[in-house]
C-alpha cells in the first residue's frame, strides 16, 4: 500500500495547459474522470497520452488534470487523489464543511485516525464497490479521495505519505 501511496499522490505542480480556463472545476465521480476510469492500466493511460512519467512529481500525472492525482497498485488505476478545486458531483471540495459532507452522505461511515499520529480522521462515503474518502479535521475536508472503496479503506487503515 506505502508503495501505491507514495506512487501517485500528493499534490502536484501545474504541468500542462489542459484547455480548461485558469480555475476550471474538475468533477470527479465514483467512476473517475470523463476519460479515465478505475481499473485502467498505467500502459493503456500512457498509450492514450493520458499518463505522463516525464514530470518531476511524486509519481506520475495525468496530463489535463492537474489537481488530480493518480494511485496505482498492480498496475492498474485504483484511486484518485483530489486537490483544490476539483469536486464530488455532489460539490464537496477541500474546504467543505464536514456537516456538510454528512448531509450529502448520510450512510459515511465515520474512520478515527489513531491516537498520537498526525493523521486526520476520515469519512468513507461507499456505494457498491467504489467510495469516496474524505479525510477532515473535524471541521472541515482536508483531502478527498475515491476510487474502489477497499483500497482507499486500506488507504486509510495503513496510513499514506503524501510523496
Known sequence: MTAASVAGSGVHPDRSVSGRPAGAVQVVGLDGLPDIEFGDTESELTRRGILRTDVMACGPTLAGHETVSPVFAEDRLVLLWLGEPARTPEGVTAGTPVEQVRAHYPAAVRLR??????RFDGLLA???????LFLHDGRTVRKIITGYADWAQRLFTEGHDPC
Do not use: K, N, V
Request: proline share 8%.
Open 113 to 118: 485516525a489513531p491516537q498520537g499520529t498526525y
Open 126 to 132: 461507499r456505494r457498491g464497490d467504489r467510495a469516496y
